[in-house]
């Protein structure tokens, strides 16, 4: 049997350990460490004891004195499983990196590869494949991480060129972003989704992050994205974890059709990928009503100039007013933003909804249900569109007909010119005050050009119209006396560090329940009966005799009038 190989680093289970430090094995020096506690971070104890024991490894990079039965079965089968295919293919006994990304990330191959090349990295193998103890040395390490630093800190350096600088470029950041959001796209309940406008997104991440900057260190790339994005990248790590955790059951090889551990059923595995919940981070966005709308289907999905209702010859060069008009219809939230905005903003604003219980206990198929119930006890969370003023209308009572009265967490747009979008996401029902309002998970963000987390505080949120004495508009920001964001009482002009910029147009989506949707549609709705009901009220002759419309009438001349009660 060949050697597997392993890491002097620790495996992170929460050891912590900061010391950097260089190790030997078979010739290789390793790199200094910056963050401890994991294989990409720094040695534990245990290692650091085995160093100083004289460990020594094998070309393939395992350590020689850790050949101890692995206690995680799983890693064990697979590790066999792919050998026996890299020596059926390559005439090789151990695992090389196209066998491993075809069969553990069948759909993600890139992933498989750059996660191999990564575990072979913290091996210092010598020969092109792992081992097969190396190979499962390496994985129990990577699937022993617990703590979120480390993760995320593993991953930024497994997207990165793996030299002896360890520097991150931008696109080595562009690529493990874009790895995150196809991996999100993929499970998505209306089946993979692609973006336009997916570059333009992830290119305001990436340089607002590097500021000019050409490299970074993975510890600083690490820090930006906890503050700003955290929750973009764990679903990548999620994924991983299953693959390596389930691909032994579901791997088919004709020699094992007898093993029933190794072959499962084709819906098993289709119920496995959809359990590890990568589809809840992404809402799900429900569109307006095309019928009648100017802009056809080109709502929350990056759709066609004009829509349905303009026809145009194929090849045809775009006219200077079709190419302002294009440009005022690109939806404020594409779903390239809207993956960006869940991975941003508090989990309260993407937080799935739970699958109702079945209504008749005595079905036939309650045993079904309840499976999948259990599976999938979770679906993604649905943000509904509230308001666009190029729908909808523009203008102050426009905004607050559509906004005022929804009691759930949502999100207000503003697109302004010179290409600036804008975000204020408020976790309760807006109303007018002359107080700030806003719990915990009040936010405030730049989108475009460059995306960042502008504040996230409590009690800076404001909203007046009508109160004399107050400021008149929507404000956003903790302090009363400099704002961040100062949207004028018309709703026309927004003011970002002391510069006006004219809005172009605003957008609101609604992030709670459908219940909390309904309950504000059948406010409108009682809002609307009660107009009509005062419009025709039934008065009195004494009633006349006393109202002031009589006066008026009299005082235009008009004498003579039915002053019986209608």
Known sequence: ??????????????????????????????????????????????????????????????????????????VDKLGRILSKKCEELHGIHGVTGDVFARYVFPKYPDLGLKLFRYLRFMSHAKTEHLGLVAFRQQCERFLALLDDSVILENYVRMFGDLNESELIKPENLKNLLRTCYNLAMAHYSDGPQTCRLLNRTLDSVVQSCFFSKESLSPGYICRWLENNVPRLVPPIHKYCVHALSTSHRTIIDNSMASNSETVVSISAINAGEASYGLELQTPILEKTNPFGKELG??????????????????GKPLTEDERERLKNQQPLLPLSEAWLLAGSLPPLYSKPQSVAAPINPNSANLTSHIFLAKLLSLVPSHWTSLYDSRLDGS?????????LGYRGPNLILFRCEDDLLFCVANPNEWRETHL????????????LPKFQMLEKKPKSLYLNTHIRGYPKGLRAGSDPR???????????????????HKILSIEVWGCGNQQQRDVQLDIKKWQVKEAER???VKMTAADWMDHPDRYLLELGGRQNYNNSST
Do not use: W
């Open 436 to 447: 700030y309002i806003g719990d915990e998970g009040s936010c405030c963000l730049q989108l």
């Open 1 to 74: 049997m060949s050697m597997g190989n392993t890491n002097s680093h620790g495996n992170g289970k929460g050891s912590g350990s900061n010391s950097p430090t260089k190790s030997k094995g078979n010739g290789a020096t390793e790199p200094k460490q910056t963050n401890g506690g994991n294989g990409a971070a720094g040695p534990v104890a245990g290692a650091a004891g085995a160093l100083a024991r004289g460990m020594t490894r094998t070309a393939s990079g395992a350590d020689i004195q850790d050949r101890s039965h692995t206690q995680f079965q799983p």
């Open 482 to 500: 400099k704002p961040i964001l100062i949207v004028d009482e018309h709703f026309e002009r927004l003011e970002y560090r002391s510069l006006q």
């Open 395 to 403: 203008g102050t009572n426009r905004f607050l007909h559509h906004v």
């Open 534 to 536: 005062q419009r025709t």
């Open 297 to 314: 289907g080109g709502i929350g999905n990056g759709g066609g100039l004009g829509g349905a209702g303009m026809p145009r010859e194929p």
